[in-house]
């Protein structure tokens, strides 16, 4: 009985000091992927600023379509067209901003898992 109770209480040191290791190794790697996703998260950002500029832009195009609509048949259609354009990338605004909220949203309760499991005061 005695090489059996050895046998466990080694088995248990074993584990002892191999599971920190294992979760240092889990840390790194959430670690990782928590800036891969950052990063991420940063070119939605960037991409929805530069959208936002196209959008004003298209918008201010439409106004002044808009304003000369009366002045003719090729004129309304200028201004139909812009209207068109305008939302069309109002809608694409609005998608990229659910997505990049959605997408912060899922990376600030990775990093509060992160922070719980991985981080030590």
Sequence with gaps: MKPMISALGAMSVVFILTAPVAQAQSCHQQAAQLQERQVAAQELAD?????????EAAGDAWENAEAMRNFGV??????????????????????KEASLQTQVISLNDAVTAYNTKCVRN
């Design 47 to 55: 991409a929805r600023v530069a959208l936002v500029d196209e959008v």
């Design 74 to 95: 090729e004129q309304a259609a200028e201004a139909d067209a812009t209207k068109v354009t305008y939302e069309t990338l109002k809608a694409d605004l609005l998608e």
